[in-house]
């Protein structure tokens, strides 16, 4: 018999903020996918944790209250593009994660340079392309195949949440097909 081994994940999500957001291509599909992302987590044991990240709130907006954030979703504020920190790592492999899922904007800043940082760290970096975004969408393109380049899994949202359901009679897949289906 073939057993899977199921990948342990964190969910980070970066920068969905007020005044962000409205110049983002296709920004209501992203937070409408990152819901969806963050929904998950209350079904799928897989992924562990949430981070959603915010940069210079005070310029640039907090976070969307479109985003349904989860009561244990940690929120950052950051002062550089990267969600890469020493806190963040440290709590990756206190919990011997070796997968993030990374969603939000900007694709070719925030997005690239967290890439980047945890492909380093010999992280696997999953990145749902739509669930990123940026105001240009021949830039997000661009970005995401060189990020694929250096690496990083490049998925859709339903595919990823899809991987993390062992089986057929996991009570996720019940939950999955249901809102697959709408």
Request: hydrophobic share 35%; net charge positive.
């Amino acid at each position: 018999m073939l057993y899977t081994i199921m990948r342990k994940y964190f969910l980070l999500i970066s920068d969905l903020q007020t005044k962000i957001l409205p110049n983002i291509k296709n920004s209501q599909s992203i937070i409408n996918n990152t819901n969806l992302l963050l929904e998950s987590t209350k079904y799928l044991p897989n992924i562990h944790k949430s981070y959603c990240a915010q940069i210079l709130p005070e310029k640039l907006g907090f976070i969307t209250p479109k985003l349904k954030l989860n009561k244990d979703t940690i929120i950052l504020t950051k002062n550089r593009y990267s969600l890469y920190s020493p806190e963040i790592l440290t709590d990756i492999k206190n919990n011997n994660i070796n997968n993030i899922i990374l969603t939000g904007v900007e694709t070719p800043w925030c997005i690239a340079q967290t890439t980047i940082d945890f492909l380093n760290v010999n992280i696997n970096v999953h990145i749902p392309v739509d669930a990123v975004g940026c105001q240009d969408e021949k830039e997000n393109e661009i970005t995401l195949n060189r990020l694929q380049s250096f690496g990083a899994h490049i998925c859709t949202t339903k595919g990823i949440i899809a991987e993390c359901i062992p089986d057929v009679e996991d009570p996720s897949a019940k939950w999955f097909v249901t809102k697959y289906n709408k």
